[in-house]
Nanobody
Framework: VQLQASGGGLVQPGGSLRLSCAAS????????RAWYRQAPGKERELVAV???????NYRDSVKGRFTISRDNAKNTVYLQMDSLKPEDTAVYYC?????????WGQGTQVTVSR
């Protein structure tokens, strides 16, 4: 199973983007899906996570602006990003985790700039 992330791009401050991460197949043991990001010169950090139960959590700096969701039928997880700020600029990676599986997408660049 492979993950394909898409939806990144260049957006002005205050704008919105919607990231998608589609899995090429389904794995029953996957129970957590998440988005991470890595800015130049910085470590990768967790942005948002969604559990199979529907429980979600966000890093403090994106709370109220980002929303993670999933479509089980499409094996896809989304990250709706609103009110984007320059400090949100990074490569965003999706991650599916569970059982013996720890799957990563290839990353999609998000740049917030005038």
């Amino acid at each position: 199973v492979q993950l394909q992330a898409s939806g990144g791009g260049l957006v002005q401050p205050g704008g919105s983007l919607r990231l998608s991460c589609a899995a090429s197949g389904s794995i029953s043991s996957i129970n957590v899906r998440a988005w991470y990001r890595q800015a130049p010169g910085k470590e990768r950090e967790l942005v948002a996570v969604i559990h199979n139960s529907g429980w979600t959590n966000y890093r403090d700096s994106v709370k109220g602006r980002f929303t993670i969701s999933r479509d089980n039928a499409k094996n896809t997880v989304y990250l709706q990003m609103d009110s984007l700020k320059p400090e949100d600029t990074a490569v965003y990676y999706c991650n599916f985790n569970g059982g013996f599986h720890d799957l990563w997408g290839q990353g999609t660049q998000v740049t917030v700039s005038r």
